[in-house]
């Protein structure tokens, strides 16, 4: 069983910078690759950035691309999302995701963290 446990969230001003961390404990061969979701109120899940050990691919939303950065350190087991230059469109419940291939649809992820809030102000 993997578990995942979000941590870096909190409230920052437009233009600000938050990296949020995921620590995973457990692994399996349907958690080698690691994500970053997001929603926002009344708005559906969408993927912002994916990072595979395997194959060190990763992806990113088309939001996102540019100012954050997805990053992995295996010998402690924890996915960071540095996340640069922030809007208030940024503002979502955000949360970590295990799965056994890289998509960027949040169904096909195994396991999910209970989430941390980012919030943006302008």
């Known amino acids: 069983q993997v578990q995942l446990v979000e941590s870096g969230g909190g409230s920052v001003q437009a233009g600000g910078s938050l990296r949020l961390s995921c620590a995973a404990s457990?692994?399996?061969?349907?958690?080698?690759?690691m994500g970053w979701f997001r929603q926002a109120p009344g708005k559906e899940r969408e993927g912002v950035a994916i990072?595979?050990?395997?194959?060190?691919?990763?992806w990113y939303g088309d939001s996102v691309k540019g100012r954050f950065t997805i990053s992995r350190d295996s010998a402690k087991n924890t996915v960071y999302l540095q996340m640069n230059s922030l809007t208030p469109e940024d503002t979502a419940m955000y949360y970590c995701?295990?799965?056994?291939?890289?998509?960027?649809?949040?169904?096909?992820?195994?396991?999910w963290g209970q989430g941390t809030q980012v919030t943006v102000s302008s």
């Open positions: 995701a295990a799965g056994g291939a890289l998509s960027r649809r949040p169904s096909d992820y195994n396991y």
């Open positions: 990072i595979c050990t395997t194959t060190s691919r990763t």
């Open positions: 457990g692994y399996t061969a349907s958690s080698v690759c």
